[in-house]
């Protein structure tokens, strides 16, 4: 593709290039012969369409790539940017435009991105020949002694370095971005060796691609880094030419620093969604088995019988398994899994009121401050599992303090503007309520924070904490459309700060309800669970509270049974092998029987944090569940 004719029309830029797997009659023909490459993929990576263009820039066939995936999230290759157009039109929604270097094609490529239903289109074009024609006329320019037109205007105003260089690797001049880039101003480095200036590893690279300059390649394109004037390491990408009878190069660098560290945050934030996925799985299959086991306990603490020492033996039993539903259901909190409420919150009134017990989990030795915010926002939020989690970065503030200190909880109003958006990969412009827990403690080591937010992460001792508790929090957040960061300095403190979405809804009041009693029916349930030893269990508390129980291992054998009998409730899991999950399932039997009610049960929603997506009227039961909370959400649907 390089240095191929680019046609005009779909590559000619972003107002131009729609997406084209909108398949317009004659669609295909029309990509199939343009010179910009074009590919589609579906909402599980694999390719859908390629044309030749696609075909030849990325050395594939489309034979060989069609229903299958190229991109995997846990090895992101940021030398490629088609992963770059992928994730960010993927984490904000809209299309993305951008221009890179691209190390494995070694071209420059206009890229554009389009999310759709179910995937996204990728539009590129080689836009090398027109990089090295805009150099080119530089140079003619100059040349032909316009240094005083567009030649110097150009070079006055580049936000990005322009450098001439004699065959010496000598500075001839400089660009005024210098300052901002490097940290000098052009007049000190005109005169001085590039070498002064280069990091060192990078000195012979960029020796050896200014030689392969002047033996014939027009242009040439490669990265190295500088050291700013503060000592730290510049990266930038830089594009040259060598002009022969001026014997001189002619380069222009763009600084790569913000570009790589809003990757970096990206691969950090697909490693940790990766990792929820695993411990999302884990909590759902350690859910079933504790459901089972609470089950169990409960149904041989109803039988009576016992002697005082075995029934004691059997509570102990089941707090136990209590707490390990406790741990699995933080698991779920960072895998973002969790079943949570979100409702109307009045921030400033929340934070008043935990830090009611905040002032006593502190301790004396520890000082609290309150500093909210006047005419606050409300924000949209499970408010249980918002001082769930500002009581644990709490305790996690006390315990950096541990000769005491100064917490202080904030809120304010926190417009995100498109700047800051584009710098953060993982979060979206709004508005935003910010609530920030600041302390004055030992502060957190920059390779400790690159880690902070995964599950079984702690630097605490051995037996201190289960090493969830942040993760928790992060997870949470997120699942709750917000956005998390942290700032520490090494003896001088941390500060944690969760952004939650603004609620701009109309405020409403919803009338109070007293808890439903423990009582059962004479109804008869359908238990869908493929989990045999679990519905087994299911089965039996129904029986106890009176009810008549059908089961099913699937939706085949709920379809059997409700053609053979009445049904008045479906007892259904979510997330089930074969033709239909449980909402499927029970739309399908709706449909069939009007009157059946619906209970659903799951230990891994798949699904977005509010109910809506549930058959109207049905309830949600979170495994493990206990006999009491079955009896309750199947009388408030049956009644």
Same mark, same amino acid.
């Given at each position: 593709?390089?240095?191929?004719?680019?046609?005009?029309?779909?590559?000619?830029?972003?107002?131009?290039?729609?997406d084209?797997?909108?398949?317009?009659? /004659?669609? !295909?023909?029309?990509?199939?012969?343009?010179?910009?490459?074009?590919?589609?993929?579906?909402d599980?990576?694999?390719?859908?369409?390629?044309?030749?263009?696609?075909?030849?820039?990325?050395? =594939?066939?489309?034979?060989?790539?069609?229903?299958?995936?190229?991109?995997?999230?846990?090895?992101?290759?940021?030398?490629?940017?088609?992963?770059?157009?992928?994730?960010?039109?993927?984490? @904000? #929604?809209e299309?993305?435009?951008?221009t890179?270097?691209?190390?494995?094609?070694?071209?420059?490529?206009?890229?554009?991105?389009?999310? =759709?239903? %179910?995937?996204?289109?990728?539009?590129?074009?080689?836009?090398?020949?027109?990089?090295?024609?805009?150099?080119?006329?530089l140079?003619?320019?100059?040349? =032909?002694?316009?240094?005083?037109?567009?030649?110097?205007?150009?070079? +006055?105003?580049?936000?990005?370095?322009?450098?001439?260089?004699? *065959?010496?690797?000598s500075?001839?001049?400089?660009?005024?971005?210098?300052?901002?880039?490097?940290?000098?101003?052009?007049?000190?480095?005109?005169?001085?060796?590039?070498?002064?200036?280069?990091?060192?590893?990078?000195?012979?690279?960029? *020796?050896?691609?200014?030689?392969?300059? *002047?033996?014939?390649?027009?242009?040439?394109?490669?990265?190295?880094?500088?050291v700013?004037?503060?000592?730290?390491?510049?990266?930038?990408?830089?594009? #040259?030419?060598?002009?022969?009878?001026?014997?001189?190069?002619?380069?222009?660098?763009?600084?790569?620093?913000?570009?790589?560290?809003?990757?970096? &945050?990206?691969?950090?934030?697909?490693?940790?969604?990766?990792?929820?996925?695993?411990? %999302?799985?884990?909590?759902?299959?350690?859910n079933?088995?504790?459901?089972?086991?609470?089950?169990?306990?409960?149904?041989?603490?109803?039988?009576?019988?016992?002697?005082?020492?075995?029934?004691?033996?059997?509570?102990?039993?089941?707090?136990?398994?209590?707490?390990?539903?406790e741990?699995?259901?933080?698991?779920?909190?960072?895998?973002?899994?969790?079943?949570?409420?979100?409702?109307?919150?009045?921030?400033?009134?929340?934070?008043?009121?935990?830090?009611?017990?905040?002032?006593?989990?502190?301790?004396?030795?520890?000082?609290? +401050?309150?500093?909210?915010?006047?005419?606050?926002?409300?924000? =949209?939020?499970d408010?249980?599992?918002?001082?769930?989690?500002?009581?644990?970065?709490?305790?996690? !503030?006390?315990?950096?303090?541990?000769?005491? /200190?100064?917490?202080?909880?904030?809120?304010?109003?926190?417009?995100?503007?498109?700047?800051?958006?584009?710098?953060?990969?993982?979060?979206?412009?709004?508005?935003?309520?910010?609530?920030?827990?600041?302390?004055?403690?030992?502060?957190?080591? @920059?390779?400790?924070?690159?880690?902070?937010?995964?599950?079984f992460?702690?630097?605490?001792?051995? /037996?201190?904490?289960?090493?969830?508790?942040?993760?928790?929090?992060?997870?949470?957040?997120?699942?709750?459309?917000?956005?998390?960061?942290?700032?520490?300095?090494?003896g &001088?403190?941390?500060?944690?700060?969760?952004?939650?979405?603004?609620?701009?809804?109309?405020?409403?009041?919803?009338?109070?309800?007293?808890?439903?009693?423990?009582?059962?029916?004479?109804?008869?349930?359908?238990?869908?669970?493929?989990?045999?030893k679990?519905?087994?269990?299911?089965?039996?508390?129904?029986?106890?509270?009176?009810?008549?129980?059908v $089961?099913?291992?699937?939706?085949?054998?709920?379809?059997?049974?409700? $053609?053979?009998?009445?049904?008045?409730?479906?007892l259904?899991?979510?997330?089930?092998?074969?033709?239909?999950?449980?909402?499927?399932?029970?739309?399908?039997?709706l449909?069939?029987?009007?009157?059946?009610?619906?209970?659903?049960?799951?230990?891994?929603?798949?699904?977005?944090?509010?109910?809506?997506?549930l058959?109207?009227?049905?309830?949600?039961?979170?495994?493990?569940?206990?006999?009491?909370?079955?009896?309750?959400?199947?009388?408030?649907?049956?009644?």
């Open positions: 593709m390089a240095g191929g004719k680019v046609r005009e029309g779909i590559g000619a830029g972003p107002s131009a290039m729609t084209p797997i909108l398949k317009p009659a /004659g669609s !295909a023909d029309v990509l199939a012969d343009i010179q910009d490459g074009c590919f589609a993929l579906d599980q990576w694999r390719f859908t369409y390629l044309n030749a263009a696609a075909e030849r820039i990325m050395g =594939r066939k489309a034979a060989e790539l069609l229903g299958k995936t190229n991109f995997e999230p846990a090895e992101i290759d940021l030398a490629n940017p088609f992963y770059r157009v992928y994730f960010e039109s993927k984490l @904000s #929604g299309p993305v435009t951008f890179a270097y691209s190390e494995i094609y070694r071209v420059w490529l206009e890229v554009h991105g389009y999310p =759709r239903a %179910g995937g996204y289109t990728v539009l590129f074009r080689d836009v090398t020949t027109e990089r090295a024609a805009h150099l080119a006329a140079e003619r320019a100059r040349q =032909r002694g316009a240094e005083e037109g567009i030649n110097r205007r150009l070079f +006055e105003t580049s936000i990005d370095l322009i450098l001439v260089v004699d *065959r010496k690797g500075f001839i001049r400089v660009s005024p971005s210098a300052r901002a880039i490097l940290g000098y101003d052009a007049e000190d480095m005109v005169g001085h060796s590039a070498a002064e200036f280069l990091y060192p590893e990078d000195l012979e690279s960029t *020796r050896n691609e200014m030689r392969h300059a *002047r033996r014939g390649r027009i242009m040439r394109n490669f990265t190295c880094r500088y700013h004037k503060e000592g730290r390491v510049v990266p930038l990408a830089w594009t #040259g030419v060598w002009s022969e009878p001026e014997q001189q190069h002619f380069f222009i660098g763009r600084d790569m620093t913000e570009r790589i560290a809003a990757e970096e &945050r990206l691969r950090h934030s697909q490693r940790l969604e990766s990792i929820g996925q695993l411990t %999302g799985g884990i909590a759902h299959d350690f079933n088995l504790l459901g089972i086991i609470i089950g169990n306990l409960e149904l041989l603490q109803g039988a009576g019988g016992q002697d005082p020492r075995t029934a004691e033996h059997l509570g102990e039993i089941l707090e136990a398994a209590q707490r390990g539903a741990l699995t259901s933080r698991l779920l909190a960072f895998a973002r899994r969790q079943q949570l409420r979100p409702e109307r919150a009045n921030i400033n009134a929340l934070a008043t009121g935990t830090a009611k017990l905040l002032a006593r989990v502190l301790g004396e030795n520890v000082r609290f +401050e309150l500093d909210l915010a006047s005419e606050l926002w409300p924000a =949209r939020v408010a249980a599992q918002l001082e769930a989690a500002i009581t644990n970065l709490a305790t996690n !503030a006390r315990d950096a303090m541990p000769r005491g /200190g100064t917490l202080t909880l904030k809120t304010a109003n926190f417009p995100v503007d498109d700047a800051y958006a584009e710098s953060h990969a993982d979060v979206t412009a709004g508005d935003y309520v910010l609530i920030e827990v600041c302390d004055t403690g030992t502060g957190i080591p @920059s390779d400790v924070q690159a880690h902070i937010f995964e599950p992460f702690s630097t605490k001792e051995a /037996g201190r904490g289960s090493g969830l508790g942040l993760s928790m929090v992060y997870g949470f957040i997120k699942q709750s459309g917000g956005h998390v960061t942290v700032y520490s300095e090494l &001088r403190g941390t500060s944690f700060r969760l952004y939650l979405p603004r609620d701009t809804a109309a405020a409403t009041e919803s009338p109070a309800t007293a808890p439903a009693q423990v009582r059962g029916g004479s109804e008869t349930i359908l238990v869908v669970e493929d989990n045999a679990l519905r087994a269990v299911a089965a039996r508390q129904l029986r106890e509270l009176g009810y008549a129980v $089961e099913a291992a699937d939706s085949d054998g709920a379809f059997a049974a409700l $053609e053979r009998e009445r049904i008045d409730l479906l259904t899991d979510i997330m089930m092998p074969g033709k239909l999950n449980g909402p499927e399932l029970a739309r399908a039997a449909a069939r029987t009007p009157h059946l009610k619906v209970v659903f049960a799951s230990g891994y929603p798949d699904t977005p944090a509010s109910e809506d997506w058959t109207p009227g049905a309830k949600l039961l979170t495994k493990p569940y206990r006999k009491d909370h079955l009896a309750r959400a199947l009388r408030e649907v049956l009644d």
